[in-house]
């Protein structure tokens, strides 16, 4: 099965969770325990979601721990894919 361009879990997260009980990121990471920055990055696509990230994700948004992890791999192969293309 192809894979076309799949969401960024940052993406994801806005959209799921965000933007539909009006949390604000700085919100968001009091919820996670991190920092504001930490969060934007995260939203932004220019950090990963590590295991640790995943267990504060499940824990505040819903999901299983390794559905996070899989939603990063996904977006990790399409990325090496981008790469390894050009």
């Known amino acids: 099965m192809e894979m076309y361009n799949p969401m960024p879990p940052g ?3 806005k959209l799921r969770y965000l933007e539909p009980n009006k949390v604000s990121g700085r919100q ?4 996670l325990g ?3 920055s930490t969060v934007n990055r ?4 220019q ?7 995943a267990e504060r994700l499940s824990k ?8 996070w992890i899989r939603l990063q791999e996904v977006q990790d192969r399409w990325q090496e894919r981008l790469r390894n293309a050009a």
């Open 47 to 53: 950090t990963r979601i590590t295991s640790a990230m």
């Open 11 to 13: 993406e994801f997260i």
């Open 60 to 67: 505040v948004v819903g999901r299983s721990v390794g559905s």
């Open 42 to 45: 995260l939203l932004n696509a």
């Open 28 to 31: 968001f990471a009091e919820q």
């Open 34 to 36: 991190v920092s504001a």
